[in-house]
């Protein structure tokens, strides 16, 4: 989850007091408050506004969304034209292709940097890396104190062991394939390079490195500091649309502290492209489209109010988009934002009045019987994780033979998926020796087991006596088959779940299919769990049950 | 004899009659002894007495240092330290030797072998142990030796040596064993010491229990029956009962079917595919991560199960867009689609339900209750599992403002008055709502679920067409942590049985 931390005093300052129904505003406007002191605002930016990840971008968003005149409609910020005098360019050599195809860059003078701002900076590059740019797989970002760069600069690929500079907060110069196992960064983000067999990097014209995307700076040519006044910004990815509009958020949030943005020509070959591109995309709108999802009655005026409240502007039934943007795909993205600028308070909800028929999923119906038979008899019903851990399924039940399904990565230690309800029925009791006996426990639900490689799912009924024997499990059993007006049969079986006592446990079938077992569980058993207290215990597959019912 | 001291008489029940003669001593060993009953029934019989005022009883617990399992053993046999002393002092050995020969389990020669090293009474030089005190002083009883002798002690009135042997074989396993046990004293009143020396031959005509018998025959006619103290606490009783989430579950299934809504269902396991292509969750979004969904390291077949022009269309939607959509601009991959997770969300079934729907026969309603996984850890506020419920309404008028109708119908019958509806974000919704409840105990807005419209890259691809369907998804133990004042999310599948029994049930709507 990304959060924007906003300083209180900065806030009331810029926009406004914060009281009840600012604060009810903000979260009006999609981006909730998740926490608030006297200091601080948290809000939180949900994944499709990462544009909103600074807080001047938040700022002159959330102030048109206000109404503030002056704020609302396209936001523009002057580019200053590539000069080919200046230098301003940046080669791309085709020896990125395969690594990290594209980048997109700019530079923004006129900046005055405090170590506020230096954070600041900082702060958004780690979120935009977080979210849009997907732990920097998809799109990083870097940004160089200009002052220590010779133009132009050279983005292209070369051999690891050949690349040798002094990351950015590391003591001494190492080769590229060095920073993949030393330093920080390069452990964390190695996995993104390390399969390749050149890493790319930035060089300036007198053959200094600048960095090593996406992994990290050198401390010389690519660190901001308090003296910093220019800078040149690149981001570098797989899709130059993507990392034209990520170069567009860090843009236009320099510019809001001042900075004068110039624009730079990237050479791909033959081809030149000029970065920054602020030219806003065109969309289609259709006003009946806007009324009959919203279910409102909005004139055309009203639809252009709205977008341009939201930062869009409206021409001839089309809608400019701010080139920040990055999560309009479909005109569904703008009607939303107008429902937005509307005011979602502003709806009067209705149901329509259309007739369909309820109705409850039959198995579902059946399982509620069963357990009102079985509560009906004093029996409590109780209700464990799916997932489970290898020493309650396996290790204490002595089953020796289980095709238990892993789940991968788990962050718990319960990490298969339960092939039984009985061995979780005698955790149950174990875990309860100190309550008041009798305990007359049952549960309904899933357990999975595997079959010839495909993992099939299986409603299981279990019912644990404790203290019990074999005739009162039969007894319940037996009772239970009456209400339900089907046949169980007891019978005989040699494969009978080792954790019984041999002799005194049986196999239940039903339609002359073994469903599960019935009997009293072993002592040696009960130790494992430490359980004072004979248990008689049964465990059915009432799969078909529930289909001849049903 | 007062009226009220026949009464009395009359309300004794044969055991406290039975012991009244023995009551005089003051004694609650002897009354055991003299009277011949057992230590609980003759308690419960002086309880009654209490209770009756006929003696004064008070009951106060004293803990008790005894002998657990394997100290009795060793009491007999020697500690493990003192079978080891025993073997060196005849040769000294090398660890392994030691280990074999003592025939001590390696867990007893673990701590046999701490407690002589922290005693220096041996120590280890080029992995042999060897004796490091004179043979006078391994002679002598250790403190831990001597301790076990003079038990049992009472816990309150240990020495400081005492207390030193206790703690050092407290921590090894089943020596010593700690319990509590209850110190009987009682006094005899005055009304007491009145009803002792009545006769009480009277009250032994008394009719105790009502037998069939009796009924039959008639041989109650003339006699009294003794009477109750009707007063007096009688052992609690539970009743069966279901689970709380499931009562809650049946609750919103009742909800549901009241709206017109039709249940879906459908497996735990779910391929990719239907968890979150067909729902537009593009393949590099962070939730497809194993950091955050379980996975299981197994494919399906999509092609066995999914019509081929419905996996087509999705990946379209994903690829390039579909019906005005520009789609997420990279290439998708069938395989990435095919993997097994744990399903994080109901609306897998909403998705699978919408491939299905008969377009001629709109409109339809659907919902959904159950489990839903992620890969979290397990804390107060965390936990892998969770239940959601989930509805849709697939609706060519559908709209926005019939969503927040729906949303607030259902919220009302599940118990919430004030809600409000704020802007969200889900990848396969626009528009999309977060459905807040105003808890007024609290003084707080609660965030109680998702919703929104899907977008036209899921329907398009499911339904064939663009048709509108609303859908919410709420997550359900926030509501049943706040009815049921639960606190700990653990506690929803702790199976407590004592909890369990005594939890209200669900009463709502």
């Not at chain 1, 990462?50 to 971008?57: I, V």
């Not at chain 2, 044969?14 to 230590?39: A, C, T, W």
Request: glycine fraction near 6%; aromatic fraction near 8%.
């Amino acid at each position: 989850m990304a959060i924007l931390s906003i300083s209180r005093k900065q806030f009331e300052k810029d926009i406004g007091k914060l009281d009840e129904k600012m604060e009810n505003k903000v979260a009006m406007f999609g981006t909730p408050i998740e926490a608030i002191t006297n200091e601080n605002i948290d809000v939180e930016i949900f994944p499709n506004r990462p544009d909103l990840l600074s807080y001047g971008n938040f700022k002159n968003s959330f102030l048109a969304f206000l109404g503030k005149s002056g704020k609302t409609g396209l936001r523009k910020i002057k580019i200053e034209p590539y000069n080919p005098k200046k230098n301003y360019e940046v080669i791309i050599d085709k020896s990125v292709e395969k690594v990290r195809p594209y980048t997109a860059c700019a530079i923004v003078k006129n900046l005055k940097f405090d170590d506020n701002k230096i954070k600041e900076i900082i702060d958004i590059q780690e979120k935009l890396h977080a979210t849009l740019g997907r732990k920097r797989k998809k799109a990083a970002i870097g940004i160089y104190p200009l002052e220590e760069i010779k133009l132009p600069i050279c983005y292209k690929a070369i051999d690891p062991d050949r690349i040798k500079f002094q990351p950015l907060e590391f003591p001494r110069e190492i080769t590229g394939r060095q920073i993949l196992s030393q330093h920080p960064a390069g452990r964390e983000y190695g996995f993104l390079l390390e399969n390749y067999d050149m890493y790319p990097v930035f060089i300036d014209a007198s053959n200094e490195v600048l960095s090593m995307p996406p992994i990290i700076n050198s401390h010389k040519t690519g660190k901001i500091t308090r003296e910093t006044k220019e800078v040149f910004v690149e981001c570098s990815g797989f899709d130059l649309n993507i990392l034209k509009k990520l170069l567009n958020i860090i843009i236009f949030s320099l510019a809001e502290i001042g900075g004068k943005v110039y624009s730079m020509n990237l050479k791909y070959g033959n081809k030149n492209i000029a970065t920054p591109d602020l030219t806003p995309e065109s969309m289609k709108i259709s006003l009946d489209n806007v009324n009959k999802l919203l279910g409102l009655n909005l004139k055309e005026n009203d639809i252009k109010k709205c977008l341009e409240k939201m930062g869009y502007e409206y021409k001839n039934k089309s809608v400019l988009i701010p080139a920040y943007r990055t999560d309009i795909l479909h005109e569904v993205d703008l009607i939303e934002d107008i429902a937005i600028a509307y005011g979602y308070e502003n709806f009067m909800p209705k149901i329509p009045q259309i007739s369909t028929i309820g109705e409850q999923d039959k198995k579902e119906v059946i399982k509620k019987k069963i357990a009102e038979i079985l509560t009906g008899l004093g029996l409590l019903e109780t209700s464990s994780y799916h997932l489970t851990t290898i020493d309650d399924q396996i290790k204490k039940t002595e089953l020796k033979e289980t095709n238990a399904v892993e789940v991968m990565d788990s962050k718990t230690e319960y990490n298969i998926l339960r092939n039984d309800l009985a061995h979780y029925m005698l955790k149950i009791l174990s875990e309860n020796v100190d309550v008041e006996y009798p305990q007359e426990i049952f549960q309904l639900g899933k357990i999975f087991h595997q079959e010839s490689n495909i993992i099939k799912e299986k409603e299981h009924l279990s019912i644990a006596l404790a203290p019990g024997n074999f005739t009162k499990a039969k007894q319940i059993i037996d009772y239970l088959s009456k209400m339900l007006n089907i046949k169980f049969n007891i019978v005989n079986s040699s494969k009978i779940p080792g954790y019984f006592i041999d002799g005194r446990a049986a196999e239940i079938t039903f339609n002359n299919k073994s469903i599960g077992h019935i009997g009293e569980i072993h002592p040696k058993i009960l130790n494992n769990f430490k359980i004072k207290m004979p248990v008689a215990l049964l465990e059915i597959d009432i799969e078909d049950v529930l289909r001849e019912l049903s | 004899m007062t009226q009220n001291n026949k009464e009395i008489i009359e309300s004794l029940s044969p055991i406290e009659r039975k012991i009244m003669p023995y009551l005089k001593e003051q004694n609650f060993d002897l009354v055991i002894k003299h009277s011949g009953e057992d230590r609980v029934t003759a308690l419960r019989a002086l309880e009654f007495l209490n209770s009756k005022g006929i003696i004064n009883l008070h009951i106060s617990k004293k803990k008790i240092v005894d002998l657990g399992t394997n100290g009795i053993f060793y009491k007999k046999k020697g500690l493990p330290e003192r079978q080891l002393l025993h073997l060196i002092e005849k040769k000294s050995c090398s660890l392994e030797e030691a280990q074999k020969e003592s025939k001590l389990s390696q867990n007893e020669f673990r701590a046999a072998l701490g407690a002589l090293k922290k005693k220096a009474m041996i120590e280890l030089k080029n992995g042999k142990i060897m004796l490091n005190s004179p043979k006078n002083e391994i002679a002598k009883k250790t403190l831990e030796e001597t301790f076990i002798d003079e038990l049992p002690l009472d816990y309150n009135q240990l020495k400081p040596e005492q207390l030193f042997a206790l703690n050092n074989l407290r921590e090894r396993k089943e020596i010593i064993e700690i319990r509590e046990e209850q110190i009987i004293k009682y006094e005899v009143t005055e009304l007491g010491k009145q009803i002792i020396k009545e006769d009480l031959s009277s009250a032994e005509s008394l009719i105790e229990e009502l037998t069939p018998e009796m009924i039959k025959i008639g041989s109650w006619k003339g006699k009294k029956f003794r009477r109750y103290d009707v007063i007096s606490q009688v052992p609690r009783i539970y009743g069966g009962k279901r689970h709380f989430v499931s009562q809650a579950t049946d609750y919103a299934r009742k909800v549901w079917t009241e709206m017109g809504f039709k249940e879906m269902s459908g497996e735990l396991i779910m391929s990719s595919f239907w968890n979150f292509d067909a729902l537009f969750t593009a393949q590099d979004h962070p939730v497809r991560e194993m950091q955050d969904t379980f996975f299981l390291n197994k494919n399906i077949n999509l092609n066995k199960d999914i019509d081929v022009k419905v996996i087509n269309n999705v990946k379209q939607a994903h690829e390039k867009g579909i019906v005005g959509s520009k789609g997420w601009q990279y290439k998708w991959d069938e395989k990435t689609a095919e993997k097994l997770v744990l399903r994080t969300h109901t609306t897998c079934l909403s998705a699978r339900t919408l491939s299905k729907a008969d377009k001629n026969k709109l409109p339809q309603k659907y919902f959904a209750v159950g489990k839903c996984f992620r890969n979290e850890t397990l804390d107060w506020k965390h936990g892998f599992e969770f239940n959601q419920t989930e509805g849709i309404v697939i609706d060519e008028n559908a709209n926005f403002a019939h969503l927040l109708g729906y949303l607030q119908e259902f919220f009302k019958k599940m118990g919430f008055e004030k809600i409000r509806f704020r802007p969200s974000y889900f990848p396969y919704t626009e528009p999309s709502v977060e459905i807040d409840v105003y808890h007024p105990e609290k003084k707080i807005w609660l965030e109680l679920g998702g919703a929104g419209i899907f977008r036209p890259e899921v329907t398009t691809p499911l339904l064939g067409k663009a048709i509108p369907v609303l859908a919410w998804g709420p997550g359900f133990d926030r509501m049943l942590m706040d009815y049921y004042e639960i606190k700990d999310l653990r506690d929803m599948y702790k199976n407590d049985i004592k909890q369990l029994r005594q939890m209200k049930l669900w009463i709502k709507g």
